[in-house]
């Protein structure tokens, strides 16, 4: 009936998406939109950093802490699929590094 990866048949499965990883997922895409919107705005404001895209920078790394731990939370279920909660955990620590990154420069 189906194909897939060039065989025939059915796939049963009691696999789902967890609700934490899509949520993690979904955290880490926000705090990495946040954090890429502040950091281009900086850029349109010739590197003039206003008070307003620091708080952003700031909530959008309370968003990936809460989406990071939601993410590893998620990874532990059984019978999963892991895709949304990889991909959440990749983006929640790629906006945890960026903003850490951002705090460091901006202190030295």
Same mark, same amino acid.
């Given at each position: 009936? #189906? @194909?897939? =990866?060039?065989r $025939?048949?059915?796939? =049963?499965? /009691?696999k789902?998406? *967890? @609700?934490?990883?899509?949520?993690s997922?979904?955290l880490?895409?926000?705090?990495?939109?946040? %954090?890429?919107?502040?950091?281009?705005?900086? =850029?349109?404001?010739?590197?003039e950093a206003?008070m307003?895209?620091? %708080?952003?920078?700031?909530?959008?790394?309370?968003y &990936?802490? &809460?989406?990071?731990v939601?993410g !590893? @939370?998620?990874?532990? $279920?059984k /019978?999963? =699929?892991r895709f #949304? *909660? !990889?991909?959440?955990i990749?983006?929640n620590?790629?906006?945890?590094? &960026?903003?850490?990154s951002?705090f460091y420069?901006?202190?030295?």
């Amino acid at each position: 009936m #189906f @194909r897939i =990866f060039g065989r $025939e048949g059915y796939i =049963f499965t /009691d696999k789902k998406n *967890p @609700r934490w990883g899509i949520m993690s997922s979904i955290l880490g895409l926000i705090a990495c939109a946040s %954090v890429g919107t502040a950091v281009y705005l900086t =850029f349109l404001n010739k590197g003039e950093a206003l008070m307003q895209y620091g %708080v952003v920078i700031i909530l959008a790394m309370i968003y &990936a802490m &809460a989406g990071l731990v939601m993410g !590893i @939370r998620s990874l532990m $279920e059984k /019978d999963i =699929f892991r895709f #949304f *909660p !990889i991909v959440g955990i990749l983006l929640n620590l790629l906006a945890i590094t &960026a903003s850490g990154s951002i705090f460091y420069l901006g202190v030295i």
